[in-house]
């Protein structure tokens, strides 16, 4: 299960008892996992518009459930897909939506959310006063804790518009992945590796380590990498076990996106580099001629080593 998800629920137990919602069957370890961050029920729509129309179906899921049993709030996790379903529900619901949030607590007027406002310089806090509170979570965030409930599927049918149905693919593009929050590995270029091409070096360095590449502010102003890939206090904050920062110079507000990982290996040419403070590992030197030499010794050893002659 995602780590968003479990952070989504231990944010709801906070507002009353949680629920859940998927598209199609519940998987026994799904329910399971749900259960222990205690969502009591999961709401299962198996209907095939949930996998043919995404975000167009559980924005038309989300709305007729609330309809039909009004919740406390709505909470999805920030991000661009979760931002186009919080903005579509509120629509359609004709209810407040709050955006950035990174923490929410029961309030005498309802969900009291707080938002990251100046790149993280302070917090407000904010309540929705018209319809359902409808919450876009910064789920990188929060911290996840288990409450363990027995969870219990409850299938739900429903009919989707035709409006839901209406949609045609007409392209496809390559995406990168964007499940930063939770990578165990985070390969991050800055400005150092010089060009879109040398950025390449990023993504093989994560490909090689099965992590997930990214960027810093200065690399996705330069188009080197997506805005979905900048890690930073306006990005995605990484809690990764280990973090590569590659032609990093290591600004604050670079720090604040990655300071939470386990294990931090820096490589930059210039050693005064404010990362090289926060490294466990630091190389100094040319990133174009580091890192090959790190691609290969890891081909190196994980070839397998040829069996002795007799």
Do not use: K, N
């Not at 129309?53 to 999805?76: D, K, T, Y």
């Not at 509170?133 to 599927?153: C, D, F, K, N, S």
């Not at 403070?277 to 290969?296: I, M, S």
């Amino acid at each position: 299960m995602r780590r968003a998800t479990c952070a989504l629920l231990t944010v709801a137990r906070r507002l009353g008892t949680p629920a859940a919602v998927l598209g199609g069957p519940v998987e026994p370890a799904s329910l399971a996992a749900l259960g222990r961050f205690g969502a009591a029920t999961v709401y299962s729509v198996p209907a095939p518009e949930m996998t043919d129309h995404p975000v167009s179906a559980r924005v038309e899921a989300l709305v007729q459930l609330a309809g039909r049993r009004p919740p406390a709030a709505i909470l999805v996790a920030s991000g661009r897909e979760g931002l186009e379903i919080a903005g579509r529900v509120a629509v359609r619901l004709d209810s407040g939506i709050l955006s950035d949030v990174v923490d929410v607590t029961a309030g005498p007027d309802g969900p009291v959310a707080a938002q990251s406002v100046q790149h993280g310089a302070y917090r407000v806090e904010s309540v929705v006063v018209r319809g359902t509170p409808i919450l876009a979570v910064r789920t990188e965030h929060i911290t996840v804790a288990p409450a363990p409930v027995t969870a219990v599927v409850s299938p739900v049918r429903m009919t989707f518009p035709g409006r839901v149905r209406a949609v045609r693919q007409v392209g496809r593009d390559r995406v990168e992945p964007t499940e930063l929050s939770t990578a165990a590995v985070v390969v991050a270029g800055g400005r150092g590796v010089g060009s879109r091409a040398g950025f390449d070096l990023v993504r093989r360095l994560a490909a090689a380590l099965d992590g997930v590449p990214a960027g810093t502010h200065a690399a996705a102003e330069q188009g080197w990498c997506p805005a979905e890939m900048q890690v930073d206090q306006v990005g995605t904050i990484v809690h990764p076990s280990l973090y590569l920062a590659l032609g990093v110079s290591g600004s604050m507000r670079h720090r604040t996106g990655m300071h939470g990982a386990g294990t931090i290996v820096a490589v930059d040419s210039d050693p005064q580099a404010p990362i090289f403070e926060l490294a466990d590992l630091g190389a100094v030197g040319d990133v174009h001629r580091v890192v090959p030499e790190l691609l290969a010794e890891i081909e190196r050893r994980r070839s397998p080593t040829p069996e002795p002659e007799e």
